[in-house]
């Protein structure tokens, strides 16, 4: 059975290559609409705790922040990262001479 990742699916291995790629960046993206998901339901229910326990500091703020932080570099690799390339990867040797 021809899989996605298959490289019979392609006669040149560079194809083969970029579909695996594709294959990962669309993984990372699904995994970061179930975090997003999570972050808001698990947030949401820390804020209506801080405002049934006297809405005092918002302590809930730290966790929006940090988890935030994380959650933005999850997009970052997802959505912005590209692959290192074979003209990557000569460019480095030839700036190492």
């Known amino acids: 059975m021809v899989g996605p990742l298959d490289p019979a699916d392609s006669h040149e291995p560079r194809t083969a290559l970029k579909r695996e790629w594709a294959h990962e960046r669309l993984e990372k993206k ?3 609409r179930a975090d997003f998901a999570a972050y808001a339901v698990i947030n949401a229910f820390l ?3 801080w ?3 006297g809405a005092g500091y918002f302590w809930p703020g730290w966790v929006l922040g940090g988890w935030g932080v994380f959650l933005l570099l999850d997009a970052w690799q997802a959505y ?3 692959p ?3 003209e990557d ?9």
């Not at 990867?89 to 001479?97: A, K, P, Q, T, V």
């Open 30 to 32: 699904r995994k970061l």
């Open 84 to 86: 290192i390339t074979e």
């Open 89 to 97: 990867i000569d460019r480095e040797l030839r700036s190492m001479h």
């Open 47 to 49: 804020i209506v705790v």
């Open 51 to 53: 405002a049934l326990t």
């Open 80 to 82: 912005f990262r590209r």
